[in-house]
């Protein structure tokens, strides 16, 4: 008993010295060092990412050409978009399947993916690809099998009867009737007449995507088979598209309308609580990630395979799917709180309450992961102008667990408010991505200076930031390290990782519109009297070296704004002069060589 007060009372001591002054406290649960705990996920959108044969559409073949650029970045997952066989009807294009064991002809063949995967193991790359089991293409063999009602192929999809369907049958001019109020995500009725069967079909997206039927052991099983396939090429994970849509209430009730609304056709104006996030979707998680891990067993592989899900869900909703004590879940319900943010005065509020909001319901030894980007939705850049850029890759990067980062974002591509535009590699034709006149997006025209090529060379470039701060990422304190955050003002947002007997880092942002005067000792206790500089923004005017006092004598941190700092207390030698600069020493030794020899050979002569 009187250990159990002791304790009580260490515990409450712990924890208020640790809060005293964070806004979130995290302790990363105990020292994780699966590959995937701490990796970056690059998604990289095929299409636009380098095209080999010249048609104008990036393919497989030009991921394997630029591999080296992810080694270069520290990069070590690949989360590349689909591929597959499909008619890419419209924009949702290639999340339309019309064959799930079939490359499409445009991103190449089977031996490309077979090259693909060997490079990247050669550079220890691990490959995830999209897994669309919600829906397939009308084109896919099985739904035109489904409506000819051809043998196990029958209930593939969701058919239902129309609400009059005997009338329709007695009297073809009828009009079917749909069997509830379920709208599109693209607005309309989910629900689509096929006349030679006779019956609607189900499909959340268009009406070119039928739903499977998930709850139909047939569809399961083809769903598992999938996944086989491509893990059996080298395949390493899944995204897994559309989760919450999964499956639908099985009794189909009508939907309810939100407080005043009355828009039968909007998707926006209805609650859909029978077609999304269903109980048996949380049922998926587990099984899928147990016949995944049971995967790696049967075949003896060293490394287990990666379950991320895609899915805009509550968090509390997204929690579950990390599964629960007794079994394990997705490694990566993907946490869109980022994605989300809005540009206005409250973003500094925004961010630590997307951070919270995940942080503080995380289960017990599940890992975190950001994502604030992806083909869906406006890049940063575009949503809160270039100079931020730096700012979210510092706070993204430096936060624990895993960072996904969607292609282009280390160099702050800023594609004409477009995020699905090409890669801009450098300054030849097309930014390098083809050699075709005509990409299958137009090129950025600023891609003359903004691509990858001339920032590399660029020591403060956007390119270079995020690099250095995936090379943090490798050290013991980013990777198991404490996170306190601390939002002190609307414009300054604060990050803290340590360790116990590592160096700790400080992340320190100025969102504001105003140069700001900061006394880091008045916001972090037991904070060293003088920190050095890790890494700045090009615009912070901070180098790598540089000395910063957190008392308010000395050199106290003047942040400007919409810039970024990292800081440690660690030692950092201060940069040596910029190549720029050592040829100036260099020419001018030159001239004074030349000089003395001019002056020497005219004394002699
Ligand atoms: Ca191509
Ligand atoms: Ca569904």
């Not at 998930?214 to 769903?223: S, Y």
Request: glycine share 4%.
């Amino acid at each position: 008993m009187k250990t159990f007060s002791v304790c009580c009372l260490l515990m409450i001591a712990y924890y208020t010295c640790a809060t005293v002054n964070a806004d979130v406290y995290f302790r990363d649960p105990k020292p994780n060092n699966e590959w995937w705990s701490s990796t970056i996920l690059y998604q990289v959108y095929p299409r636009s990412f380098k095209d080999s044969n010249n048609d104008g559409i990036g393919d497989l073949k030009g991921i394997t050409q630029k591999l080296d650029h992810f080694v270069d970045l520290g990069i070590e997952t690949l989360w590349v978009g689909p591929f597959f066989k499909s008619p890419m009807y419209d924009i949702d294009m290639g999340y339309d399947v019309e064959d799930f064991y079939m490359i499409d002809p445009i991103f190449g063949t089977m031996d490309d993916l077979e090259e693909l995967v060997f490079e990247m193991n050669k550079r220890n790359l691990k490959l995830i690809i999209d897994l669309i089991p919600n829906h397939s293409s009308s084109k896919c063999e099985w739904f035109e099998k489904s409506i000819k009602q051809e043998g196990k192929y029958k209930d593939y999809y969701v058919w239902r009867n129309a609400s009059n369907q005997d009338e329709v049958l007695s009297n073809s001019s009828i009009t079917p009737i749909p069997p509830n109020n379920w709208l599109s995500l693209f607005g309309g009725p989910s629900w689509t007449w096929n006349k030679q069967r006779k019956q609607f079909y189900y499909h959340e997206f268009r009406k070119q995507q039928p739903d499977f039927d998930m709850r139909n052991p047939e569809v399961k099983q083809q769903i598992l088979d999938v996944m086989e396939f491509w893990m059996d090429r080298g395949v390493t994970g899944f995204r897994i598209d559309a989760f919450k849509y999964l499956y639908e209430n099985i009794s189909l009730p009508d939907e309810p309308f939100k407080p005043g609304r009355s828009n039968a056709s909007e998707y926006t104006e209805m609650y859909h609580i029978y077609t999304t996030d269903q109980p048996e979707v949380i049922d998926s998680a587990l099984e899928w990630r147990a016949f995944m891990d049971d995967y790696t067993k049967r075949k003896n592989k060293t490394i287990s395979s990666l379950m991320s899900t895609e899915s805009y869900s509550p968090v509390n909703v997204l929690m579950q799917y990390y599964g629960n004590f007794m079994n394990s879940g997705a490694h990566i319900p993907f946490n869109m709180g980022l994605v989300i943010i809005k540009k206005d005065d409250h973003i500094v509020e925004s961010i630590d309450t997307a951070i919270k909001d995940w942080l503080y319901n995380l289960p017990e030894n599940a890992v975190p992961n950001w994502v604030m980007e992806n083909h869906d939705n406006p890049r940063a850049s575009t949503k809160f102008g270039a100079l931020t850029v730096p700012m979210f890759t510092a706070l993204k990067l430096a936060l624990p667990g895993i960072d996904v980062t969607y292609f282009g974002g280390p160099i702050a591509g800023r594609a004409r408010d477009y995020q699905r535009c090409p890669m801009q590699w450098d300054n030849s034709i097309n930014a390098g991505f083809t050699e075709e006149k005509k990409s299958w997006l137009p090129v950025n025209p600023n891609y003359y200076k903004l691509n990858v090529e001339t920032q590399k060379k660029n020591p403060t470039s956007n390119y270079n930031f995020y690099k250095k701060m995936s090379q943090l990422r490798k050290t013991g304190t980013l990777k198991n390290g404490d996170l306190q955050t601390y939002n002190i003002t609307k414009s300054i947002y604060i990050l803290k990782r340590s360790l116990l007997e590592h160096e700790s880092y400080i992340v320190v942002t100025n969102f504001g519109s105003e140069t700001e005067t900061i006394i880091l000792s008045n916001v972090i206790r037991d904070i060293k009297d003088e920190l050095f500089v890790y890494l700045g923004s090009e615009n912070s005017e901070y180098s790598p070296g540089n000395k910063v006092s957190t008392i308010s004598t000395g050199y106290p941190l003047q942040l400007r704004p919409q810039s970024v700092v990292v800081l440690t207390d660690k030692y950092i030698e201060p940069e040596s002069p910029s190549n720029g600069a050592s040829g100036c020493i260099e020419l001018s030794s030159k001239c004074i060589s030349f000089i003395c020899v001019f002056v020497l050979s005219r004394w002699f002569l």
